[in-house]
Nanobody, 125 residues
Framework: QVQLVESGGGLVQAGGSLSLSCAAS????????MGWFRQAPGKEHEFVAA????????YYADSVKGRFTMSRDNAKDTVYLQMNSLKPEDTAVYYC??????????????????WGRGTQVTVSS
């Protein structure tokens, strides 16, 4: 079992930055693919970014490419999402997810076994 706890959300003006963290516990974090997803009110769960077990490979949704950066520190059992040039349409609850079956990382929400409770990001115009 893996427990995930997100932090770092908040309110920011358009054009600003936020850095999210996701701390993992309960299993061998370094062997897991990790992902960030988000859900805005009335919308479907949306893929944001994913990273493989070693941190060498990352994947991004087109909507955030060039603005968001995902990274991980296996020594700290933590993944990060640095969000720059934020837009009002980035407003959502952001969730961290862990995938023990696909250490290479996945863009599909259905492949992830463990999820955090989410952290709210609000971008004002």
């Amino acid at each position: 079992q893996v427990q995930l706890v997100e932090s770092g959300g908040g309110l920011v003006q358009a054009g600003g930055s936020l850095s999210l963290s996701c701390a993992a516990s309960g299993h061998t974090f370094s062997s897991y693919g990790m992902g960030w997803f988000r859900q805005a009110p009335g919308k479907e769960h949306e893929f944001v970014a994913a990273i493989n077990w070693s941190g060498d490979n990352t994947y991004y949704a087109d909507s955030v490419k060039g603005r968001f950066t995902m990274s991980r520190d296996n020594a700290k059992d933590t993944v990060y999402l640095q969000m720059n040039s934020l837009k009002p349409e980035d407003t959502a609850v952001y969730y961290c997810a862990a995938d023990g079956r696909h250490p290479g990382g996945s863009i599909q929400a259905t492949t992830y076994q463990y999820w955090g409770r989410g952290t709210q990001v609000t971008v004002s115009s």
